[in-house]
């Protein structure tokens, strides 16, 4: 079991991040929560400090950075690991969903949705490897898709983001093996959170964010290398992946 | 589609939002606006009609605690149940609940609801400190009983008509259990509740009775039933663990399972269940909110749903009021699984618009049925308007104008603080 005492959660107000950070609050791990946002970082450490009884912010801290500028990113990896000591696990969940018809009309847009879902999660994951190697241990989490598993003409600039950050998690994970460093892939699903407001989320494949956070969690405690979250989706996307192609680009997916 | 509970009226919205953050803006949807909580009234309060519906579960954050003095300020969108997950183990419990746990601080303030303990500890805005109240002008009001009685007074019970409660501070009340102290014992008449509640009320903080409203009891009259009281407990029982056992009802039954033999017969085996007259230990859930047990229990009237009568009869009424009540449902043939009887405590509730007022309160629910259940509730209405009483408008999804103005004699003074920009389908139907 990996210990989960201190965390840095990065993109900390997602809902994903937030119910995980709940959940951790329970365990009496320390946090360290990231977010753009100063107000709902605010109200985020506010909620986490009244459940975990720290009203004085002693084990429940934070800061706000916007991760998808990369030039910051030493900095704020550095103040997190002053504010905790030994950081032991990171989970990266910043992440926007791309409105892939605007992406089909703009290179900007596909190039910007690539750089804030893919790209720069890679550019902090490359920054923060190094000293996870060094010590030889902990868990490095990173938020993917399921999205990432194959392009639809849906959400493709997404899933390309989320296909490519899980191919340098898998390269990074055969690198820190050696180390004793755990490397997990988190593939959710459909989650009922803010980013997926308007579709219609009814049905037996949305899942809500507190169970995947417990399923996040405990792919973290195991040092999985690839959890589907909830873990049917593992099934859903081995069908999905071996339809042939020449029959897949005629789905309307 | 978003309904309430009851599942009548079926309605459509201009747009849904659901809310994530305090403090941002309203968003740009059609006016008016209208905050929706876990829909688990029983009408058109909680709905918006062709306008917009925010969502405000999404705004379930703590605020701030006061491990002291239990003092605590959340969002709007946190449920009861959520805090009583955090309360309880750390000793405190909110000071009024209702039936359900499933149900937001926003609605309970904007219904100001009561709970069995109401004759001790009055509604759920006699424990509310504080509220943010964000307007659709910009504004954002910070109201108190103490520096702005006349906004606390509109917005507690104001039906989320005042604007968008944000955050809520309610004083919790101190435990030493999660367990209660409860007893239950078998009354044969109307009379015999009347003199097992006058002095149960003194010595029990929450008492409530269940009538058998089908089945007459003592002197061939309806009025039969079971009546509960209960503390919190000083200590838990050595057992301490306990887990609901939670079940559901998976999907709407192809017609309502509520009809008058299902209905004889439920009522008249819920009569005969044990009663335990020497008070024994339960833990709160089962006690305080039995149907939350049963996960979409509202299923079992099936698709077409179901209406909540409840009023409140004044006291010089209410012996009468409420025998005339049970008489004219038992005539009608309709009958409700769970009718509850209670009476209020004599304070005055906080909001211009608050249900609970001194009186007895019964509470049921019928089957859809159109015409008959239509005629039924004219009769109803009939008995509670020459009783000088009130209808729940939380528990309303048809009464008509007059009722609504005779119960609620201050509407015109609460209208007066109703943001322009906001609306529901209850106030444009009783305010027509």
């Avoid at chain 1, 049917?232 to 309307?252: A, D, G, H, Q």
């Avoid at chain 2, 109401?118 to 954002?140: E, N």
């Avoid at chain 2, 004083?171 to 409860?182: C, D, G, K, N, T």
């Avoid at chain 2, 306990?242 to 079940?247: D, G, L, S, T, V």
């Amino acid at each position: 079991m990996n210990p989960m005492k201190n965390v840095v959660l990065f993109g900390a107000t997602s809902a994903i991040a937030s119910a995980v950070a709940r959940e951790l609050v329970d365990t009496g791990a320390r946090l360290f929560c990231v977010a753009r946002d100063g107000e709902a970082l605010e109200a985020l450490l506010a909620d986490l400090r009244v459940r975990g009884d720290d009203p004085d912010g002693a084990r429940i801290l934070g800061a706000t950075a916007d991760l998808a500028d990369i030039d910051g990113h030493a900095a704020i990896w550095q103040q997190a690991q002053e504010a905790l000591g030994e950081v032991d696990s990171v989970l990266l969940a910043w992440g926007t969903l791309p409105d892939q018809a605007a992406c089909n009309a703009s290179v900007d847009e596909t190039l910007e949705a690539i750089h804030v879902n893919g790209t720069s999660a890679i550019a902090l994951l490359a920054r923060i490897a190094p000293d996870f190697e060094a010590r030889g241990r902990g868990v490095i989490a990173a938020i993917g898709s399921v999205a990432g598993d194959r392009g639809r003409q849906s959400n493709y600039a997404y899933g390309t983001a989320k296909g490519m950050l899980a191919i340098y998690l898998q390269g990074l994970r055969n690198r820190l093996f050696f180390s004793g460093v755990d490397v997990v892939t988190l593939k959710p699903g459909f989650v009922r959170t803010p980013m997926t407001e308007g579709f219609n989320r009814a049905g037996a494949l949305w899942a809500e964010p507190e169970t995947v956070a417990r399923g996040i969690i405990r792919a973290m405690h195991r040092g999985r290398d690839v959890a589907y979250l909830p873990g049917k989706w593992w099934v859903i996307m081995t069908i999905i992946r071996l339809i042939p192609e020449y029959l897949f680009k005629r789905l309307k997916l | 589609m978003t309904a309430s509970w009851n599942r009548i009226p079926r309605v459509e919205h201009a747009a849904e939002v659901a809310l994530g953050w305090r403090g941002r803006a309203l968003p740009d949807v059609p006016r008016p606006l209208l905050a929706h909580g876990l829909g688990r009234s029983y009408g058109d309060v909680c709905l918006n009609p062709e306008a917009s519906l925010l969502h405000t579960p999404g705004l379930d954050r703590f605020v701030a605690f006061d491990a002291a003095t239990g003092r605590m300020t959340a969002e709007a969108g946190v449920s009861l149940d959520a805090l009583l997950r955090f309360a309880v183990p750390r000793g405190w419990f909110p000071p009024v609940v209702p039936g359900t746990r499933f149900v937001t601080l926003g609605g309970a303030v904007a219904n100001d609801v009561h709970g069995k303990n109401h004759h001790q500890a009055g509604s759920f805005g006699d424990h509310v400190r504080a509220l943010t109240l964000r307007r659709s002008d910009g504004q954002v009001l910070e109201v108190t009983p103490e520096n702005t009685p006349d906004w606390f007074a509109a917005t507690v019970g104001g039906l989320g008509l005042t604007g968008l409660i944000e955050t809520v501070t309610l004083q919790l009340a101190p435990i030493r259990s999660a367990w209660m102290r409860a007893w239950s014992q078998r009354f044969d008449s109307l009379d015999a509740f009347w003199e097992l509640n006058t002095q149960s009320e003194r010595e029990w903080p929450y008492t409530v009775a269940w009538i058998d409203c089908l089945n007459p009891g003592a002197g061939g009259r309806v009025g039969r039933g079971i009546y509960s009281g209960g503390r919190h407990a000083t200590t838990a029982p050595r057992k301490d663990a306990w887990h609901e056992r939670r079940r559901s009802i998976p999907l709407d039954p192809p017609v309502s399972l509520v009809n008058r033999l299902t209905l004889r017969a439920f009522n008249h085996l819920y009569y005969r269940q044990p009663v335990h007259a020497t008070p024994r230990a339960v833990h709160h859930l089962p006690w305080l909110f039995p149907l939350d047990a049963i996960r979409h229990w509202n299923r079992i009237y099936g698709h077409n749903g179901f209406y909540q009568y409840q009023c409140v009869l004044p006291p010089a009424a209410s012996k009468d009021g409420v025998q005339a009540l049970l008489d004219a449902i038992a005539a009608s043939g309709q009958g409700s699984f769970l009718a509850v009887l209670k009476t209020f405590g004599d304070r005055a509730a906080p909001g211009l618009l608050s249900f609970p007022r001194p009186g007895a309160t019964l509470a049921l629910d019928f089957p859809e049925k159109g015409r008959d259940t239509e005629r039924l509730f004219a009769r109803l209405d009939a008995i509670v308007q020459e009783a000088g009483g009130a209808l729940y408008p939380a528990k309303d999804a048809r009464m008509p104008t007059d009722v609504f103005r005779q119960g609620f004699p201050r509407w015109e003074a609460f209208a007066e603080y109703v943001d322009p920009e906001f609306s529901s389908g209850f106030w444009r139907r009783v305010t027509a």
